[in-house]
């Protein structure tokens, strides 16, 4: 029996979360960590960060170590979804910061545009 040269790759991206994800190399792991997030691999590799990396145990949840039925899965099921509840959270707090950033840039110029126009009206 052949030994799976696959690794387990824990790959972190700041704009969308952990991806947990099998392959032999990085390369590998970063393309299947974009599949994962349902992006183009362009668009992510930049950012892929490696949080760690274990070797791959068929039937072992890479989170949590419990064994499962899962053919070719790396988490079992409670893990998976805990995993992508995790990722939607994460996610939905960069938009909404990244929101309410736009909205105090967008009253900052709103507040100094009103400013240069009073001084305008006083000095004339």
Known sequence: MAVSKEQ??????????????????????????????????????????????KPLLNNICARCGKMFQGGREILCPPCERKQREEDAEQV??????????????????????DEEGRGAEVDA
């Open 8 to 53: 387990v790759w824990f790959l972190r991206h700041e704009g969308h979360g952990v991806a947990i994800v099998r392959a032999a190399n990085f390369e590998q792991a970063t393309v299947a960590a974009a599949k994962f997030w349902g992006v183009r691999w362009g668009e992510v590799a930049a950012g892929i960060e490696v949080e760690r990396k």
């Open 92 to 113: 939905r707090i960069k938009r909404m910061i990244r929101e309410r950033y736009k909205q105090e840039a967008r009253m900052m110029r709103k507040g100094a545009a």
